[in-house]
């Protein structure tokens, strides 16, 4: 069905997976018939036909997430100083686009790191708009992966938490997904404020069903979260051997296997709070925007032996 809906009726991969969710919800509501169960799977409908009409968030109602037969691999809770080179290092040094990512824009107080973006006359790399990324040292493969932290409020930059292959874009490499791919674990595009207090999951590969020319994404769609901008938050992916499964404070928001498969490679977690294109910084004061993403943890885990 979800093929059908895609390659024939040409919607686009979270539109069809609403449809998909309507479906199920409408044969739940009336299998082992319940009020509760009746008026909840009601309310989901709506939610998927306002995610389908005007694209507005929908709140989490899939799985609980469960760890067992995972254990830790990867923990850092920011209680040091400075970056655990260890386990880090700063990512994009330097100019990227229309704006510049400096280790300078990274901080540490009260257990969190803190990523500020801002304009920076004295810059590192000179006068311009400066937000930064980390990454880890080590690659992993499958697991799951998760952040907890307060996302930046103020318009135009965003904070993000990803996962990238080393050619994600290129369909040589890529094959489709199953070489490498890009998985937005979240990202908060608070410049959109219709849709406060939500973030995004999206794929991104190249080399889908052999096409060897641009990039295909499968944006999974806008998921509520509980006031990310002033409250921490846990976001998360679990990557297994068939597909992507997307949590939001321990509940599931959606999983997709989109492309030719999952990754089968292993692929590198990024922390950014991205710069916005050219086009966004003359909405900006330099003098007065400042901006922060706070992260409290990043944890890895994966299957034991």
């Known amino acids: 069905m979800f093929d059908w809906l895609t390659d024939t009726l040409g919607l686009a991969y979270r539109e069809a997976w609403a449809v998909v969710q309507i479906f199920s919800h409408t044969k739940e509501m009336w299998t082992g018939f319940s009020f509760k169960g009746f008026f909840a799977g009601l309310m989901a409908i709506i939610e998927l036909f306002g995610m389908l009409l005007f694209g507005f968030p929908t709140t989490p109602r899939g799985q609980e997430l469960n760890l067992e037969g995972y254990e830790l691999v990867f923990c850092d809770e920011f209680e040091g100083e400075t970056l ?132 295909q994404s499968a944006n999974l769609g806008t998921f509520k979260a509980n006031d990310i901008y002033n409250s921490y938050n846990t976001y998360g992916l679990e990557w297994t051997e068939d597909e992507y499964i997307f949590y939001i404070n321990g509940v599931e928001t959606a999983r997709t296997s989109f492309g030719n498969g999952v990754s089968q490679v292993e692929e590198r977690p990024i922390v950014s709070l991205v710069v916005p294109s050219s086009d966004k910084f003359e909405l900006m004061d330099k003098e007065t925007y400042h901006t922060q993403f706070i992260i409290d943890y990043v944890k890895i885990y994966q299957k034991e032996g």
């Open 84 to 215: 655990n080179t260890e386990l880090w290092f700063h990512r994009g040094e330097g100019s990227q686009g229309a704006g510049k990512y400096s280790s300078e824009q990274v901080s540490f107080k009260d257990g969190n790191m803190i990523i500020t973006g801002e304009y920076n006359e004295d810059g590192k790399y000179g006068a311009g708009w400066y937000g930064a990324e980390v990454a880890t040292v080590n690659k992993y493969k499958q697991g799951y992966f998760e952040i907890r932290c307060i996302c930046n409020g103020e318009p135009y930059m965003w904070s993000a938490f990803w996962i990238q292959a080393d050619h994600p874009y290129e369909a040589e490499y890529s094959q489709g997904g199953i070489g490498g791919a890009e998985i937005d674990i979240f990202e908060s595009m608070s410049h959109n404020s219709t849709f406060t207090n939500s973030v995004t999951s999206t794929v991104h590969c190249a080399g889908v069903d052999g096409k060897q020319e641009g990039i």
